[in-house]
C-alpha cells in the first residue's frame, strides 16, 4: 500500500522487480499508475506510452512523463539502451505484432518485464470445450469487444522468448484469486490464470 493507493496485483509484482533508481520505459501505461508508484516509492525515472486520451491526461495528472503515441511507433524512435527496464504489463496479446514489440524492448532496456493473461487456464480451456469463448477475471471481454488479438498460452510465450534470445530470470504464475503459485512446467501453464516475466536479452 502506499499514498497513491494499492497497485493491482501484477503491479506489484512488477514493481518489486524493478530497481530503485531505474530509468524506466512503461509501454501501455494506462492512467501512469505503476510509474507514479515508482517514482514516488524507488525514485525511479521514466516514460509512460498510452494511446487512449482519458488515460493520458490521469497519467499528465499524476505527474508522469506520457508519450500519446502507438507503442510501435513509439519504440521505433526511441535510441539503444536508453533506459534501465521496459515494462509492458497485460499489453503484448493486443499488439499486433508482437515479435517486433519484444525484439524491440530488447533494444531499447537491459531488462524486460512482461505481465500475461494465460489463455490455457484449465477454465478457459473448458470453456472452449463448451463451445463458449473464455471470459474471465483476466480476459474479461466478449468476443466481440476485446482488445486483444493475440492469445497465448504460457507455453507458446516461452517458446517465442526462446526463439527471440531472451532469457527468462524470474517467472512469477498467480490464480484468478490472487494466489501466488510455485510450479513450472506444463502445471503452471493449466492453473495459472496469468504470469510475470522477468526477462534479458542475450548480447
Known amino acids: 500500500m502506499n ?6 496485483l501484477d503491479l506489484e509484482l512488477v514493481a518489486d522487480q524493478v530497481f530503485p533508481g531505474s ?8 492512467p501512469g499508475t505503476l510509474l507514479a508508484h515508482l517514482m514516488q ?16 491526461l490521469a497519467a499528465i495528472r499524476r505527474g508522469v512523463p506520457v508519450l500519446d503515441r502507438r507503442v510501435e511507433d513509439a519504440l521505433a524512435d526511441i535510441a539503444d539502451d536508453a533506459y534501465d527496464t521496459v515494462v509492458l504489463s497485460r499489453t503484448l496479446q493486443s499488439m499486433l505484432a508482437p515479435e517486433y514489440v519484444l525484439t524491440q524492448m530488447a533494444r531499447v532496456a537491459e531488462r524486460l ?3 500475461v493473461p494465460n489463455f490455457g487456464y484449465y477454465p478457459n480451456r473448458l470453456r472452449l470445450l463448451r463451445g463458449r469463448m473464455p471470459v474471465s477475471k483476466e480476459i474479461p471481454y466478449a468476443w466481440y469487444d476485446t482488445p486483444n488479438l493475440r492469445f ?27 494466489r501466488r503459485l510455485r510450479m ?8 495459472a490464470g496469468a504470469a510475470v516475466y522477468v526477462l534479458r536479452p542475450t548480447r
Do not use: H, M, W
Open 3 to 8: 499514498s497513491l493507493g494499492r497497485l493491482r
Open 113 to 115: 518485464i512482461v505481465s
Open 152 to 178: 497465448t498460452t504460457l507455453a507458446d510465450l516461452e517458446d517465442l522468448f526462446a526463439r527471440l534470445n531472451l532469457i527468462v530470470d524470474r517467472r512469477f504464475t498467480y490464480t484468478q484469486t490472487g
Open 184 to 191: 513450472y512446467g506444463s502445471a503452471a501453464n493449466l492453473l
Open 41 to 56: 516509492a524507488k525514485g525511479c525515472t521514466g516514460t509512460g506510452v498510452e494511446i487512449n486520451p482519458d488515460s493520458v
Open 23 to 30: 530509468r524506466v520505459l512503461d509501454l501501455g501505461c494506462g
